[in-house]
């Protein structure tokens, strides 16, 4: 190699040693005479001095470097003069006097800087994403994000999984999202898709009798641009024979555990791990993705607000509505504009309001609390009695806000649920070295689209319906659960999955229910409802998003911080400038025409 060491590895055990050095220029300083380089590799940094009255011609060839040069030094390494060592660096007690020097390669002045970590627009980071990876901190993360992979794979095989690679360009068939589609140009006018996950291909290495899959795999879905998302990700892709849903949530329980301590052994796992009933998580939370960090749990207040000459209560609840609440714990000095900020929230999310009760001075019992400490709007309407009633259900305090909604109930809980994290965020209550895994499990098979008239299914049409609610499909399927869970921490879903129909007669029961008629399902689905009938075992499996996990890992705030090459939230790669025009023949090739976009 052009290098003997790299730029992190030098200490005092190597003083007297002759090394070759080679990376980028991180800094330089100029002292006049003396020229100290900061070399910088993927290991370190290593600080050369080059002094004229050692090596003259090398000092020289110093005197043109200029940061994120690419250079190559030998020279002898030696302990810094005491006082100048640098204890925050791995081989700050060392210096490497130069003797030869030489410029492999020059650089422009870079955008932005890359040794120092500071802010820096998102658009020209992704426009320059090789200088921004050279910065400490995308290093860090695509490196964690490497060791999180590897301990996957080496978690699964230590387990008798095998690694199975799927294709990627498949056919195009109704799972949830809108695929990517990849014109055939040796079959005019026929279309390939891309996978938005390998789904049915797994299950059919089921039928084909591998038992224990997995794949870390790309998926493709060609959603609308939303917060967070990308049109392509990576998941650990996974599917067991014989197996019934505890079986791989204990086992993914166990992954997270050690993957934790192995990788990011400075945060605390939750064990074990809460399996939740969905419909807990949706009456507590106000979501199916519950942040357990903290408490702040929603309780249902309708049958005392009924009680009360509140009439916004009451209209709402005389409606079939809900009255819910929370507890912001020692906020009841909230200023004017402390609570219009909440009014503002939970109106974007569909409320009316939120009705706030702040609960006086802390200290005290709740029985001490009396009516002029308390401040409300409603107050003029609710007893002394029906405030208390309301503050020890939301298990409050003197001291404490009580945020109110009344509205529809899936409305209300939502707005809550949004609140809560919102409060959770105001109180820093979230300790963000703290890994709150749950599993949520008894999802609904199907919930209904309201637009479309039709019955959805919730995770997708592969999701065996639960035993004892087989019977429900005919009469009332809304209550019919699926053996659908969902794993979550901090607030994230961070992996779906369930146990599969195995048998063609159910299978086709569901596309049924779905709205699919028989031509329908056997020209989509007839390839699986075919293999079904050769035997195919009882399976399930999980999907886990990587991109998520690792954010979560990382302390990140978006799946683009620990990606290389990530789409901007508009779907564009920035770096290559795709989506782009493609030449006239490259279509006709297709077959394609294109057609003047209707305004
Ligand atoms: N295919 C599902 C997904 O990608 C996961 C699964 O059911 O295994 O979300």
Redesign the pocket.
């Known amino acids: 190699m052009l290098k003997t060491h790299s730029c992190g590895e030098l200490n005092k055990k190597h003083i007297g040693s002759k090394v070759t050095l080679a990376g980028w220029v991180d800094r330089r300083r100029d002292h006049g005479g003396l020229i100290f380089i900061d070399l910088r590799d993927r290991e370190g940094i290593t600080q050369i001095a080059f002094n004229p009255e050692i090596a003259r011609q090398c000092h020289q060839v110093a005197n043109g470097m200029r940061s994120e040069y690419v250079v190559r030094v030998r020279g002898r390494v030696a302990a810094r003069p005491p006082g100048t060592e640098n204890t925050r660096l791995a081989t700050g007690e060392i210096e490497v006097v130069a003797d030869s020097a030489e410029i492999l390669n020059s650089s422009k002045t870079p955008p932005f800087y890359i040794n120092e970590d500071i802010e820096v627009e998102e658009s020209l980071r992704l426009r320059y994403r090789y200088l921004d990876i050279r910065r400490t901190r995308m290093r860090e993360n695509l490196i964690l994000r490497y060791k999180v992979v590897k301990f996957i794979r080496d978690f699964l095989d230590d387990r008798g999984f095998i690694e199975v690679e799927t294709p990627i360009l498949i056919k195009s068939t109704p799972e949830g999202s809108r695929d990517f589609l990849v014109p055939s140009r040796l079959h005019a006018g026929k279309f390939y898709a891309l996978p938005q996950?390998p789904?049915q291909m797994k299950q059919l290495l089921m039928v084909a009798g591998l038992e224990k899959y997995f794949q870390i795999a790309k998926?493709f879905r060609d959603e609308d641009t939303r917060a967070d998302r990308q049109p392509e990700f990576t998941?650990l892709?996974l599917e067991m024979s014989f197996v019934e849903e505890e079986d791989i949530l204990s086992m993914f329980e166990q992954l997270f555990v050690s993957m934790v301590e192995t990788v990011r052994p400075q945060m605390r796992v939750i064990r074990p791990f809460p399996r939740i009933r969905y419909t807990e998580a949706m009456e507590h939370y106000g979501t199916d993705k519950p942040d357990l960090r903290f408490g702040l749990k929603i309780a249902d207040l309708t049958d005392i607000a009924a009680e009360t000459e509140f009439a916004i209560f009451r209209s709402v609840i005389d409606n079939g509505g809900k009255v819910k609440g929370i507890t912001a714990p020692g906020c009841a000095d909230y200023s004017r504009s402390q609570l219009d900020e909440l009014n503002k929230l939970v109106r974007s999310l569909g409320a009316g309001g939120v009705v706030t009760i702040a609960l006086g001075a802390p200290g005290g019992s709740l029985g001490d609390l009396t009516l002029d400490k308390v401040k409300s709007v409603a107050a003029k309407f609710l007893t002394l009695d029906q405030i208390k009633q309301i503050a020890s259900r939301l298990g409050a305090a003197p001291g404490d806000l009580l945020l109110i909604i009344a509205g529809d109930g899936d409305m209300v809980g939502a707005a809550l649920g949004e609140l809560r994290q919102e409060m959770g965020r105001r109180l820093k209550l979230a300790d963000p070295n703290l890994l709150a895994f749950a599993c949520v499990i008894d999802f609904p098979l199907l919930h209904r689209d309201k637009k479309l008239n039709r019955w959805e299914a919730e995770?997708?049409p592969f999701t065996a319906p639960r035993d004892e609610d087989m019977p429900l499909l005919g009469s009332a399927p809304e209550k019919a659960r699926g053996r659908h869970y969902d794993i979550v921490c901090n607030g994230y879903e961070i992996g779906?999955?369930?146990l599969r129909i195995y048998r063609s007669d159910l299978q086709r029961k569901v596309f049924r229910l779905l709205g699919y008629n028989d031509d329908e399902i056997n020209q989509l689905f007839g390839h699986m409802l075919e293999a079904f009938d050769y035997g195919a075992p009882p399976h399930g499996?999980?999907?886990l998003g990587i991109d998520r996990l690792v954010m979560l890992l990382a302390g990140e705030k978006t799946i683009r911080e620990v990606i290389a090459f990530p789409k901007t939230q508009e779907a564009l790669d920035l770096t290559f400038n795709a989506p782009s025009p493609v030449t006239e023949e490259q279509l006709s090739q297709l077959h394609l025409l294109l057609r003047e976009e209707e305004e």
Request: net charge negative; with cysteine; aromatic share 0%.
């Open positions: 996950s789904q998926c998941q892709d995770h997708h779906g999955g369930s499996g999980i999907a």
